[in-house]
């Protein structure tokens, strides 16, 4: 099978294609013959290794596990002998977590993992792309307890998270700021946001704006930045923390009795069921920005790095 390989840490091109023999499923475990992955800023951070903190978890001089991808959507095509939930055929989605793997034409994982059936209304596309942005934007807005008529503002909100923040912050009833490029105003805004503002006239607005949540996507801007727009008694997401800021904000937190969330996100079986079930309903929306073949992985890289994306980056790892 094709797989693509990360054999170093660097820039998008230390990614190889390479030829491996396909896995065979262990008796708890369904193969899936993945038919989209996706590429996303955890898959950049991790064959980056940025922050730093990457090596001390998956391997100081060089990753542990050579093949990324956390993201899949495909079909069931081999059970394990003690397999119940599922049957060959059945058109999945799921993430592998921090186990990776993704970038193959095939992968095997527990039935009990974090793998469910695809919805009839998604494509493959759309399947592989949901779960990074959701279940990171989720499992942030769970922390905030957000409240019916709070104010959130989502800097970076036109990314696979922003844009996810955007809807489920909108379905609990909360009134949405988007920030980000001008050219992204009328995706936001079909999205859900109430308002949107360019990058560099909400920054120069930090003296009159107040948020009970600051949502930042991208690792952009200063933790005393931000804390500039939070109301008193507010919460700070930072998504894209970088190793000093987390120790800043765990700082913060302790002294200044500030509530800043960080990662990593929990990820869980009920929370991506719960997107499922709004995407049923018409009330979440997957955005695909680009879709590239697996074997212009490099390329897809080089594009998510550069973070100009506008939602999701599919990739297409075989045809059904």
Not at 24 to 44: A, E, L
Not at 51 to 65: C, E, M
Not at 287 to 295: A, F, S, W
């Amino acid at each position: 099978m094709k797989v693509i390989t990360c054999r170093k840490y660097g820039p998008p091109e230390v990614l190889k294609l390479e030829n491996w023999d396909i896995p065979n499923p262990k008796d708890n475990q369904i193969r899936v013959k993945i038919i989209n992955t996706s590429v996303n800023s955890g898959d950049w951070r991790l064959r980056k290794a940025d922050p730093k903190l990457v090596r001390l978890i998956f391997g100081f001089f060089k990753p542990r596990t050579v093949i990324l991808g956390i993201s899949y959507a495909g079909v069931v095509d081999s059970i394990g002998k003690n397999v119940t939930q599922f049957q060959v055929g059945d058109k999945v989605l799921g993430s592998t977590g921090m186990n990776m793997g993704a970038y193959a034409e095939y992968v095997c994982v527990s039935e009990t993992s974090l793998v469910t059936k695809l919805p009839n209304t998604m494509s493959f596309a759309e399947g592989a792309t949901i779960s990074f942005g959701g279940l990171t934007a989720i499992d942030f807005i769970e922390k905030c307890k957000i409240q019916n008529n709070q104010t959130i503002v989502i800097y970076g909100a036109s990314g696979s998270v922003g844009s996810a923040a955007i809807q489920l912050a909108k379905h609990f009833g909360a009134k949405v700021t988007a920030v980000c490029s001008q050219g992204n105003f009328e995706l936001v805004k079909s999205l859900g946001a109430d308002e949107a503002i360019n990058y560099e006239t909400f920054l120069s607005q930090k003296n009159t704006l107040k948020y009970d949540i600051v949502f930042e996507c991208v690792g952009k801007t200063e933790i005393n930045t931000d804390l500039l727009f939070l109301k008193k008694g507010g919460n700070l997401v930072l998504v894209g923390a970088s190793f000093a800021q987390m120790w800043e904000s765990i700082w913060i937190s302790l002294f200044k009795r500030i509530k800043i969330h960080i990662g990593p996100i929990k990820e869980t079986l009920d929370n991506l069921n719960f997107l499922l079930t709004l995407v049923n309903l018409g009330k979440y929306k997957v955005n695909i920005d680009r879709t590239y073949p697996l074997e212009e992985m490099v390329e897809a890289h080089r594009y998510v790095e550069a973070g100009h994306k506008k939602g999701n980056v599919a990739i297409e790892v075989a045809k059904l």
